[in-house]
């Protein structure tokens, strides 16, 4: 084996030596790419095998794992200023059940309310309460990260000690630090979920004191308002009502003038405010007679006329005159009271808000082509375009009125207009795909065809050459090994008969000399020639002539 390691490099060394300068820079060149090619393709290759079995595992907490890692003998690497550790994909699941059972999934990060797993007795109320804070800051965390956008997130609280006056007491705020993932955006409403979430963890805080931003310092949250709230709200509302309405609208319509060619815009007022009301309707035309109640009084007595002269003289005692005349007096009273019996109705209204005002409705429909005859003998037919007539418009808005329920009382208004929409042109969109479509397939051949020409240059300048040189050396070594002389021929009689083939080799080699030819030449020419009728005899005579002549 040493022998043939030895043989190959001189011949690879003669080989290289007997090239020109050229020849030598570009078989060093194609050695040089294919080598980087192969290495390339092995470090892709052995990169891709690796997963990320852990994402921002702080460095305190770095150390663990990678200690259960080696304990394991689990193959690993850290991706550097990123807390991600990697292991092979055959190694993953395993893995990850490991780190769970040990140390557990949710350890591994912030710090959570595992931390009063192990207590000690000694330790302080005020250790306890920031203990507290921190495991609570954690839970947060991870509650945060759970969301499909955050990469990760840190929560710092600031709880204030509590008073013993309650009208003294302060309010909790908390600040929400998120990073997320590449691409990703936290919507309105995302937002403030997280607000919600962590004002609702904690004791004494509302959502205003909770502010959000991201890595970039970019504040996320906004001020809570009530007001500026059932605003936005209301906002939305109005947008899923007028989009209700119009794709209603064009539904209907667009199975009659087709797709494409009805526009419908709505715009819908809304009550903001929310009423509250009693309604009480009385019938007087259907009363009726409930009660009926009557009180009758008489009164008698006797009563004198008074006489004489007004004045405080006569109001005197004694001065009473004599001509006063006495008259007797009778007094009927009756008081009788009548109660009806009155039908009503009462009602307690309550609006809510966001209830629907007004509806103003807006439809813009295309008219229709038609085909007019040929000016001229064998023209073609011309398309003209045509508004609609006014009984198809009204029974458009008839199908209109029905859709949004219309109620005149209310204001609603419609207007539908039969107006010429502008043709789309795809030509240039067309050609715009096609120029794509030819730019990818021109990419895509040239990609290939300089690969094939970086192969058929590596095969030219190296492959071929070489195995020209192996075959040519192959040969000359083989007419090296063949004899020589008669003598050496004859050498062979001498050689074992039991050597299969060997008997049937001689007389052959014997039969075909010519000695009008040079010695050498009918030598190689019975050899070759029985090389061509049995190589498994030939080569066999040959190894055994080969070991005699070595002895």
Known sequence: MQNFFRTLIAQIADYFGGLTPTRRLSLVASVGILLAAFATILFMASGSDYS??????????MPTVLNILRAKNIP?????NSGTILVPKTYLHSTQMTIMSEVGAGRIGQVGLEL???????????AQKINYQRALQGELSRAINSLESVNRSKVILAIPNKKVFLDKSEEASASVVLEMHPGQELSEEQVRGITYLVSNAVENMSPGNVSVVDSKGKVLSKKYDPSVAGSAQLMDIKKKVDSHFEQRIESILARVVGEGKVIARVNTTLN??????????VDPDRTAVRSIQTENSTVNGNRSNPTGVPGARANLPGAEEAGRVDFNQSVNKEHKTTNYAVPKTVRNIVESAG??????????????WQTLPATEQGGQPQRQWAPRDEE????????V?????FDQARGDSISIESMQFKEESFVEADKLVKTIHREKLLRFIASWALAGFGLALIFFVLIKPFIRWVTDSFHDSLEDMLPKTIEELEELHGVDNALPGMSAAMPILEETIDPDKAES?????????????DEEKASGAFSLWLVRRDL
């Open 76 to 80: 690993h690497r850290i991706e550097n």
């Open 392 to 399: 198809e418009l009204t029974r458009f808005e008839t199908l």
């Open 272 to 281: 903001p405010q929310q009423v509250s009301m009693v309604q009480e309707d």
């Open 52 to 61: 990320p079995l852990l994402a921002n595992v702080p460095p305190d907490q």
């Open 355 to 368: 209830t629907i005002s007004k509806i103003s409705v807006a439809v813009m429909v295309d008219g229709v």
């Open 401 to 405: 009125r029905n859709v949004i329920g």
């Open 116 to 126: 009063f797993d192990k207590q000690d007795f000694g330790t302080t109320s005020y």
């Open 521 to 533: 030449e009918i030598l190689r020419e019975r050899i070759m020639a029985i090389m061509e009728d």
